[in-house]
């Protein structure tokens, strides 16, 4: 087993010394001819022997308290197996291997909160059956409003503490220029197209849980713990998952509800959410408010930099939104607040969403940068540029690598953004205002353990296992290439083998971190696999030189196969985060462009092109490093215009928990979109040296598209969506 | 979704002796059966049956039967060439998959898209009759502000009967005796007035076989849909227009509008401020003030009057040209 923490920021020797050019380049994913053939089987899909199909039944009331359930109505219906409703182990809510949601108890938290699970011979059934239990409930006056709840400012809440540094309300009063404004954001749902689905049997005495999940070791104790039964007595699997977005980090109460009556009914059981329930059982972003105050020079030097803001929680979740995160190292200053207060609500718990902090908080501050070099009359590129610092202005550390003002002017560059008018609505295009905006991108990156098992089998094929998910970001893709580059093998020669919790412990896919743990996990497997290979050719292994199969060295050469003598050389690798965590400031920067165009009749927004230029470290896969941030660009044009979950805050319900109300962007709402690479590996993040990706994209995305629509209109909108009744009173008359 | 019995017409007369609910497309109403929003006992399926043709009738018009696609009906060359404001508002309404499925008569019986109609737990005159109006009060950003009730402020969602509307369509029934009825577009919609369930004049098992459209109208034709994104979503605010010139001033104009009431809205006071006039600023004017005379806004839905003046002016510009 090669175990390595990363401390000393170099690059593993094979990687440094492969030239076979596999990584990086833009392979199609290796399971993708599986999935358009529908040949991929997902966690709905196959039933077991006799499986039985679950639905949740949820509280009727936002809050108070659960005073007695009559299912007689429900067991009458045909096909109806049992209903759930006393069990002990039964959750309210989501859990995690962290925490474990509250259970035993009648009190409701939210609206839709499981209180009982109907089974049935069919689906139909088992949910015709879940709306005629009938649940009396003693309603209490809930909290459903963040304006008018008190916040807490001290509170023991999520992983980042409040920040103060030197005197910013000294620094503030002292600044000739001072930029200060609230921004708002409103509730998210994490929308994977593939709505949350388990099936779920007793394989001999293994409680086995094939869901659509996306970190499956850590799911595995948190079902182990809910259901009081040794990890090693469960077994969760999720070769192929429909999309995450945040939502499928934790394990949802339905899971834990349909182990328990597979147990109990001793037959293997079937649960999906139907939509509209993902949005009360399943976790989803804090509406936030959010206030930036920034002090400078005239020439735009900033001397106090502010952001904080108020997001939600439920009095059972224990997360809360991390809204400052992604302002810490982003810009200069001497003296520096970030802080998030929370609000208690009676609705569904909040949990992370794409890019928790970053995503608004990026929104908020980088709106407020573009409107300080309005003020300034200076270019917002140049703004940014005055503001670079050259080590993390927050914690003094210096940068792993940081390549952001290199982003800026290759974004600048191929966008045409010198072309800009920078008077608002000066661009006409007939019935079109025409406007470009900018905006920066960073998300912080996290070293996590991970392990990976790789073997060389005796036919020269080697096999690369571990228990990451591929929520669509190319995992499977990315460590084929990873193990074909280091081992000298077409990456048609590895396969992978995922999503089985008995395979060696991943970081899962979270949080960006999944790539570069699990493909360091891998490298190092690699070494030792190479190690054993160079011993074979008594050879170092620095001599030993491995291309289309076979191993050269002093002249020496000889195929794989022949050097495996008939048995496979297994090996593991496992990667941790080690001492360049601690000394050094690491996170992926990168910097949109966009265009949009305003209807002046009618305010609605089309966004005509977008360009983002991204410093990740080593690009794994060019193709899938792109799909995650073109991804991540459309989520921002998404939450720019349309995302926004509404509360009716009179019954703490979701007034458009659907995709036909709840707006995400549609193919016709996506423009052109391009993006590009600034590479430069970083050997400090990890042994692979690539950075994150996945949350990168939507990072200061949206900021850039509400950006742009001040350009085109002169209308400032500091509350998402831009929806077109936020623009219509600002427009030219007709 | 409730269990329902399932039954196959082969004929119009056996659809409307079945006595069921009709499903054709089912684009709309299966999904609100599976929220239990409509949980009919009998489905009575009428997709087998002959109404999928479209012909041209000796006065010029066009019969359209009710089982024709919205995509081949708006992809109908004698609908593009002389109906183009049919054409355009089917091409605006949903998403493609949709458009294939859904059918002409299926499309003019769609239901409201009220959140509070679509989610069983609120409290809706229309869906559970007496239980209330959340959307009065609540979160009405999609409801209607002309023609609503004290008990209901839903709007009707679609596009293409907004442009029958303002084409004079008829529409073509069986009644469950035998009888055949010509309803005109105009009296087919109900006002939700104390009964927000009764949306048409249709009786209980009365089957849509066919629409007619008069004549090609001549004069310039527009259909304009203003929404939150750029494909599958409902109309905020439509305008269906069909209008003539002569010698500088407006002969005849037909205008109806999506988006803001209950029904496809037409206004003949609207037309008056229209007809006669040369086109001018004062005149469009004239023409919202006539529109919008009795606009209500509930809250969130505010911004539709100002909106459907813009619209409404943008629309009257561009026929008038």
């Known amino acids: 087993m090669s175990e390595q923490a990363i401390d000393s920021g170099e690059r593993p020797g094979v990687l440094a010394r492969a030239q076979k050019n596999v990584l990086g380049t833009p392979l199609p994913r290796v399971e993708g001819p599986l999935k358009v053939t529908g040949r991929a089987p997902y966690a709905y899909e196959q039933a077991p022997a006799g499986v039985a199909y679950a639905a949740v039944v949820g509280a009727p009331a936002g809050a108070g308290r659960v005073t007695a359930i009559d299912d007689a109505a429900a067991l009458a219906v045909p096909g109806v197996v049992a209903v759930l409703r006393d069990d002990p182990r039964m959750p309210v809510g989501e859990g995690n291997s962290r925490a474990m949601p509250a259970r035993g108890t009648d009190r409701i938290f939210h609206h839709g909160q499981p209180v009982a699970l109907v089974v049935a011979e069919t689906q139909a059934a088992a949910r015709e059956a879940a709306a005629l239990v009938h649940v009396h409930v003693d309603r209490a006056a809930g909290r459903f409003d963040m304006d008018g709840e008190p916040a807490q400012r001290d509170h023991k809440l999520g992983f980042l503490p409040a920040i103060d540094v030197g005197d910013v ?103 999906a959410l139907p939509r509209r329930d993902t949005a009360y059982l399943v976790h989803h972003r804090s509406a936030t408010v959010q206030h930036v105050r920034i002090g400078c020079d005239h020439d735009g030097v900033i001397s106090a930099f502010e952001h904080t803001g108020t997001a939600a929680q439920n009095d059972d979740g224990g997360f809360l939104e991390p809204i400052p995160f992604g302002s810490l190292p982003l810009y200069g200053g001497a003296n520096r607040r970030f802080r998030t207060d929370l609000v208690r609500l009676d609705l569904p718990a909040t949990g992370a969403v794409r890019a928790p902090g970053e995503a608004i908080g990026t929104f908020a501050v980088e709106c407020a940068m573009d409107e300080l070099a309005e003020r300034l009359g200076l270019d917002p590129i140049e703004l940014r540029r005055r503001n670079e610092p050259d080590r993390d202005p927050t914690n003094g550390k210096p940068f792993s690598t940081r390549r952001l003002t290199d982003c800026y002017d290759e974004g600048a560059r191929r966008f045409g953004w010198p072309d800009r008018v920078p008077k ?13 905006g900018m905006a920066a991108a960073l998300r912080g990156n996290f070293t996590v353990e991970a392990s990976a098992s790789v073997r060389l089998g005796a036919d020269g094929r080697a096999m690369v296992s571990c228990d990451m998910t591929d ?44 790539a570069g743990s699990a493909a360091s996990a891998a490298v190092l497997a690699c070494e030792d696999i190479v190690a054993e290979l160079a011993r074979r050719m008594n050879a170092s292994p620095d001599e030993l030189t491995l291309a289309d199969g076979r191993a050269s060295a002093g002249g020496r050469d000889a195929s794989l196969v022949e050097l495996l003598r008939g048995e496979a050389i297994d090996a593991i690798g496992k990667s941790s985060p080690g001492a360049q965590a601690k000394k050094t400031s690491q996170a992926s920067h990168g910097a949109h462009f966009a265009e949009v165009a305003v209807n002046a009749v009618t305010g609605e927004v089309r966004v005509r092109r977008m360009l983002g230029v991204f410093d990740v470290g080593r690009v794994l896969n060019r193709a899938t490093a792109a799909n995650q941030l073109i991804g991540g660009m459309v989520w921002g044009v998404s939450y720019a215009l349309g995302e926004a979950a509404v509360v009716d805050t009179r019954s703490g319900r979701f007034v458009n928990p659907d995709f036909g109300e709840y707006h995400v962007a549609v193919n016709a709402d996506v423009p052109q979109i391009e993006c590009h690479f600034i590479e430069e590996i970083d050997d400090a993040a990890n042994q692979a040296g690539a950075k994150g990706v996945g949350e990168l994209g939507i990072s200061g995305a949206g900021a850039a598209v509400v950006n742009a629509i001040y350009n085109a209109t002169g209308i400032r909108v500091r509350d998402v969506p831009v929806t077109l009744d936020t623009l219509l009173a600002g427009l030219p008359p007709v | 979704m409730k269990t329902f019995d399932y039954a196959r017409a082969d004929s119009v007369a056996d659809a409307v002796a079945a006595r069921g609910r009709f499903i054709a497309g089912g684009t709309n109403l299966i999904d609100l059966m599976k929220l239990q929003v409509e949980t009919p006992e009998k489905l009575v399926d009428i997709s087998r049956l002959d109404l999928n043709r479209i012909e041209e009738r000796a006065d010029g018009g066009l019969t359209i039967g009710a089982l024709v696609p919205n995509s081949d009906l708006a992809a109908d060359p004698r609908v593009i060439a002389k109906y183009e404001v049919l054409s355009r508002a089917l091409l605006a309404g949903a998403s493609g998959q949709l458009r294939n499925k859904a059918t002409t008569g299926g499309n003019l019986l769609q239901r409201t898209r009220c959140y509070y109609f679509c989610d069983t737990a609120a409290g809706c005159n229309k869906r559970a009759p007496g239980s209330g109006c959340e959307a009065i009060g609540g979160f009405n950003r999609i409801h209607a502000i002309l023609g609503t009730s004290d008990q209901c402020i839903a709007t009707h969602p679609g596009d293409m009967p907004v442009a029958m509307r303002a084409l004079d369509a008829v529409i073509v029934t069986q009644t469950p005796g035998g009888d055949k009825r010509r309803i005109a577009i105009g009296d087919f919609y109900r006002l939700p ?83 006669g006039q040369a086109p001018s600023d004062a005149v469009f004017a004239a023409a919202a003030d006539a529109l919008l005379a009795g606009a209500k806004g509930f809250g969130t839905n505010d911004f539709k009057i100002p909106l459907a003046r813009r619209v409404l002016t943008a629309c009257l510009k561009e026929l008038t040209r």
């Open chain 1, 471 to 514: 929520i669509g970001t190319g995992t499977y893709t990315i460590l084929a290439q990873t193990v074909a580059e280091v081992l000298g093998l077409d990456p048609s020669h590895v396969d992978v083998r995922l999503g089985d919790s008995d395979l060696p412990r991943s970081a899962g896919s979270g949080g960006s971190f999944g």
């Open chain 1, 169 to 271: 309300d000294a620094a503030l009063a002292a600044a000739p220029v001072v930029l200060d404004e609230h921004y708002a954001t409103p509730v998210h749902f994490p929308a994977a197209l593939e709505p949350h689905a388990s099936t779920v049997w007793f394989d001999g005495d293994v409680l086995t849980v094939r869901t659509s999940n996306q970190v499956i070791g850590a799911a595995r104790d948190t079902i182990a713990k809910a259901m009081g039964l040794p990890a090693e007595r469960v077994r969760v699997l999720a070769p192929y998952v429909g999309g995450g977005f945040g939502g499928k980090t934790g394990v949802g109460p339905e899971v834990i509800l349909a182990a328990i009556a597979a147990e109990r009914l001793g037959r293997p059981v079937k649960v």
């Open chain 1, 424 to 436: 608002p609505g000066s661009v006409r295009d007939g019935e079109w205002l025409i406007g470009i």
């Open chain 2, 193 to 275: 007035g104390d009964t927000p369930q009764v949306e048409t004049v249709l009786e209980p098992g009365e089957l849509i076989t066919h629409v007619e459209l008069p004549a090609p109208p001549a004069g310039r034709q527009l259909y304009r849909k203003v929404r939150d994104r750029a494909s599958y979503a409902f109309a905020l605010v439509s305008v269906a227009g069909v209008v003539t010139m002569e010698g500088g001033k407006i002969a005849s104009a037909a205008l109806a509008f999506g988006g803001l009431a209950p029904m496809p809205w037409r206004d003949a006071a609207v037309e008056a401020a229209l007809v």
